[in-house]
């Protein structure tokens, strides 16, 4: 009788010949993704296979780093020169959470003659893409590369391959060169690079394969990688496999004219003439490859226009919109290919064109108090989000050049602020409502902002210094607090030195102007004084709404004189000191907000006193936040404050006295607990999830009061509450969903006021594997093992097995998970020996239905009295 180590010998010999014999037509191939939401990606898996090969795949099978296998089906077939077809096949896929997946797609076997690949007949031929699923990073998609491997090299003269990476994202990219990969996108021992006269490299930053130049004839495969880079880090890595056949020949390679690189703004026009000639005289053709040629909006044409023996030229045409701008440049891959009937040779090029987002043009910079406002023109494009505002103290020489976006940090500026929107053409400066400062000479200067973080070339810088105004306010104080009769006090120093400005001769007049709130955007003349002295200068504003809002006034200072008035100096800015209340748990958050050109150096907090009437002094602070904390909520708090400040230069008014309104908040409990950290594993044995949390502080968990648990049973799905729990001290649960134990799980904290914390990371786990299919078979009617039968379980919809004999024959096929095959082909028992299975099982998952396949032997043995072997699983 023949062992059973020779049946399994003999079989593994014959599908290896099987395989080696149908599988040799691979040449080249890459891996790119599309992503389509957090954790969903669209693949695309490209071939370039030989078309004389009797091989070809309608199907591959799809490895994605995540434990599971999925199969892809063929969406495209074409041909291209040299016996080249390009393949493209696309799959969806889920992954369970974030992570590092590496994508691998493997196919048998690469073509034999391989120069730099031992025994490359026998070799795995695969490509891999790494993945990184980080939903912090935003949505990513790999590049698409563009110009298809199929160019022939030839000996004696460099040879230039360039992948034509295009990034929809606009990420940066990076190349490099690494070694070819067999099965499960491991390195191929042994493997070697090319030969090379003078260098065999890969330009890192324009993508160029460089062959300079070979040395020998054959065929040799060569891989590079592109890797993608975001805010610095690598963020995922797509590697081409490609195969370079060398000849031997004749023929001189044409020869493109030098590129140039450009810069070019949205909306301008780009027309640029390219040219190559031919040593021999052939014809030439010239071809152009790159991203910009496939923009949704405004995408490029490149036209041939003239031709003949030995030269040919053509003409980019482009007028990049607003769309188009972004922060990497576009690669443009020229290639001038002759038609000579010995071989065809090529060369290629490539130069780089910038977009840039065009200048805003920045109008003014207006003092108003202690603060600016900026205003710029309308940009003329919806596409932008918004503005990034810059400033700096004293003004620069900084003159951008054409291919400069944004402001370099070298010159100082920071950034201050945002202003969304596309219409926006305004801004105020209030230094996070502290104010500027005096006598300090401030210079702006905006930049455009494209949805992709791209920034715009910069505008014009315009410089501004605060004034004081004349008239120097000094007060601007609440003296009664009412929302219909409230009044504010306003005061300013006697204006100095007239008699140095010529014509000011008197009489004169002060305009008071009023705007609400602390800004102030339209400015109402309330009232004028005519005066001949100027010791007028106080005035009490009536009738207002001082509980809900604050009041901005600015005085304009007039020489009255008839046939002689005008404007004495800029009109000075004040508002008045708003008080706003913010509630809490047992305290009040007090925020003082002003808009004043002195400088407040002390607040001092009053808080009203039911017992005497009268308010008491409670606190003082040199900022404009106060917490009054240790209050009990439900209770109603007054309050007011007081402010003391100075001008900064020398002879001005100081120790300037300043109320707010009367302010009155009841504190209550508003504040969420804190959020627990959730944990979950399975026990796959017992089918049941095991939920804990924790909240590591004692103040935080001391407010809670209780959780809430939620549940859904796969990841597309919403979660829905699974239990409440009204004690703070319970910090675990035992989930037992049943015969699938996937599903994702969150939780909250509440306290006793009904609040609730934000919702914890969402934690996933998946379904237990339990599918596996025995090795020995005894179908001998003993009663004993005498039918294959799979270990499955519930999790398990179907599957798609497949059994061959030694000469490939299919003998049996079932789609149901526990198989239950008799040992029988067409009726009769079969003889004994190795069969070769391929399972491919559909299993409920975390993520939906999700497909793996297995492939292994089953040693089938008939003999009567046989023993079935025991089969430890792992």
Not at 133 to 138: A, S
Request: aromatic fraction near 12%; charge should be negative.
């Amino acid at each position: 009788m023949i062992s059973s180590a020779k049946y399994i010998l003999s079989s593994l010999l014959f599908f290896s010949v099987i395989f080696s014999a149908h599988a040799t037509h691979n040449r080249a191939g890459e891996i790119t993704y599309k992503q389509i939401s957090d954790l969903s990606y669209e693949i695309t898996i490209t071939t370039f296979t030989y078309v004389l090969s009797q091989a070809d795949r309608d199907f591959l099978d799809v490895d994605w780093g995540d434990g599971t296998i999925s199969t892809a089906e063929r969406s495209f077939k074409g041909q291209l020169p040299n016996y080249y077809q390009k393949n493209i096949y696309k799959i969806k896929h889920t992954y369970p959470g974030p992570g590092i997946y590496k994508i691998v797609v493997q196919d048998p076997n690469r073509n034999y003659g391989i120069n730099n690949i031992p025994n490359s007949v026998n070799v795995v031929f695969s490509i891999s893409t790494v993945l990184m699923v980080n939903p912090g990073t935003g949505l990513n998609s790999t590049p698409v590369l563009l110009n298809p491997p199929y160019d022939k090299a030839a000996l004696g003269y460099k040879f230039i391959h360039n992948p034509g990476a295009f990034d929809v994202d606009g990420d940066s990219l990076s190349y490099n060169l690494t070694v070819c990969t067999r099965e499960d996108g491991k390195p191929i021992e042994n493997y070697t690079y090319p030969p090379a006269s003078n260098e065999f490299y890969v330009d890192s930053i324009t993508g160029d394969l460089v062959w300079d130049s070979p040395t020998e004839l054959g065929k040799y495969n060569v891989a590079m990688e592109i890797n993608e880079w975001r805010n610095g880090i690598k963020i995922g890595t797509v590697v081409r496999d490609m195969q370079i056949e060398v000849y031997e020949t004749d023929n001189n390679p044409p020869v493109n004219d030098t590129l140039v690189d450009f810069c070019i703004e949205a909306g301008d026009t780009l027309r640029y003439g390219v040219s190559a000639t031919d040593p021999d005289g052939d014809y030439v053709s010239l071809l152009s490859t790159s991203g910009i040629y496939r923009l949704d909006d405004c995408p490029a044409v490149f036209d041939s226009i003239d031709y003949g023996n030995g030269y040919a030229k053509a003409e980019l045409n482009w007028i990049p919109c607003h769309e188009s701008v972004r922060g990497q440049p576009y690669d443009v891959l020229v290639k001038a290919e002759d038609n000579n009937e010995d071989l065809e040779l090529f060369d290629l090029d490539n130069f780089r064109i910038t977009v840039l987002g065009p200048p805003p043009v920045l109008l003014s910079a207006v003092p108003e108090g202690k603060y600016v406002r900026l205003n710029w023109e309308l940009y003329g494009t919806d596409v932008i989000d918004g503005y990034n505002i810059y400033r700096r103290e004293g003004p620069t020489d900084f003159v951008p050049d054409s291919c400069t976006s944004g402001i370099p940090d070298e010159y100082g500026f920071e950034k201050i602020g945002f202003a969304g929107g596309s219409s926006t053409v305004s801004f105020i400066d209030t230094n996070d409502g502290e104010g500027l400062e005096n006598g300090v000479e401030y210079a702006y200067r905006i930049v455009a902002v494209y949805p992709n973080g791209t920034e715009s070339k910069t505008s014009n810088e315009i410089t501004t210094t605060l004034v004081s105004g004349v008239p120097l306010i000094t007060n601007v104080s609440v003296v009664n607090t009412d929302d219909v009769n409230g009044e504010i006090f306003i005061a300013w120093a006697k204006p100095q030195d007239l008699d140095t400005i010529p014509g000011a001769t008197g009489p004169y007049e002060y305009i008071i102007y009023r705007a609400e709130g602390i800004v102030g955007d339209s400015f109402v003349a309330i009232d004028s004084i005519q005066t001949a002295d100027l010791n007028d200068t106080v005035y009490t504003d009536l009738q207002l709404n001082t509980i809900d809002t604050a009041y901005v006034y600015m005085i304009e200072f007039y020489n009255d004189a008839a046939g002689n008035r005008f404007l004495v100096g800029e009109p000075a800015v004040a508002s008045s000191t708003f008080l706003r209340l913010i509630p809490g748990d047992q305290k009040i958050q007090l925020v003082v907000e002003r808009n004043v050109p002195w400088v407040n150096y002390r607040y001092d907090i009053y808080r009203y006193n039911e017992v005497t009437s009268d308010f008491d002094s409670i606190a003082s602070s040199s900022l404009p936040e106060y917490s009054d904390e240790s209050l009990i909520n439900g209770d109603e708090y007054c309050y007011y404050v007081s402010s003391a400040g100075s001008y900064q230069k020398e002879g001005f008014p100081q120790d300037l006295i300043n109320l707010s309104q009367e302010a009155c908040m009841i504190p209550y409990d508003n504040e969420a607990p804190c959020t627990p950290a959730l944990n979950v594993s399975t026990n796959c044995d017992s089918l049941y999830n095991y939920v804990s949390w924790s909240v590591d502080d004692t103040a935080c968990f001391n407010d809670i009061a209780g959780y809430r648990l939620f549940f859904k049973p796969d990841f597309d799905g919403t979660l829905e509450e699974l239990i409440v729990f009204n004690n703070r001290n319970i910090l675990e649960y035992t989930h037992y969903p049943g015969d699938i134990v996937a599903g994702c799980y969150a939780i909250l904290a509440f306290d006793d006021a009904g609040n609730e914390s934000p919702l914890s990371v969402v934690i996933c786990v998946d379904s237990c594997n339990f599918y596996e299919i025995p090795n020995v078979f005894t179908p001998n009617n003993d009663g004993s093992n005498d039918i294959l039968r799979a270990k499955t379980s519930g999790l398990v919809e179907k599957v798609d097995f497949k059994l061959y004999n030694r000469s490939g024959v299919l003998i049996f096929r079932t789609d149901i998970p526990r198989l239950n095959w008799h040992g029988t082909y067409k009726g009769d028992l079969v003889s004994p020996g190795v069969y070769f299975y391929q399972c491919d099982v559909f299993e409920r998952r975390i993520t939906g239905l999700e497909e793996f396949s297995l492939a292994g032997f089953i040693h089938v043995i008939t003999e009567k009295g046989a023993e079935p072997v025991k089969i430890e699983y792992k």
